[in-house]
């Protein structure tokens, strides 16, 4: 079965499964990707389908197998983590917080080096890849 395949999408994503593993190629550079091709076992990855299907956006795990959305540096492929209040000008307000100016500066300019996107990684191996992209593959595992 093949979930991904055309060469609509950027990243140059094949996924084909032969019933016992599924392969998962790409075009994707380092650090964006571990540099190689990998397989996951076909129940691991449709099971890492469904579960992401159940639990919509939250970081994902499933006999060895994570997707989760990150935001990525653009340039050195690192993960930017998510802004946290300051104890100084930040105000809590309901379950959130209302930044101060200088950590709305930040956000901003986190926000215009990096790209959000999904990451899909068994063991060592990794490929991050638009969301869009995930979404197209995991709702064809699930159909």
């Known amino acids: 079965m093949s979930y991904i395949r055309c060469l609509s999408n950027p990243e140059r994503l094949y996924i084909v499964s032969d019933g016992k593993k599924v392969n998962v190629s790409h075009k994707v550079q380092k650090p964006h990707s571990s540099g190689r091709e990998f397989d996951i076992p076909s129940r691991t990855f449709e099971g890492l389908c469904r579960k992401w299907a159940k639990e919509w956006e939250e970081p994902v795990a499933y006999r060895g197998a994570s997707v989760e959305e990150i ?73």
Request: glycine share 10%.
């Open 71 to 143: 935001h990525v540096n653009r340039k050195t492929g690192r993960i930017i983590p998510a802004a946290k209040p300051c104890k100084k000008g930040c105000k809590p307000e309901g379950n959130g917080w209302v930044p101060c100016k200088r950590c709305f500066r930040k956000s901003i300019q986190d926000a215009r080096r990096g790209d959000f996107l999904v990451r899909l990684s068994f063991g060592r191996d990794f490929v991050n890849m638009w969301r869009v992209t995930w979404h197209y593959i995991a709702g064809n595992a699930n159909s």
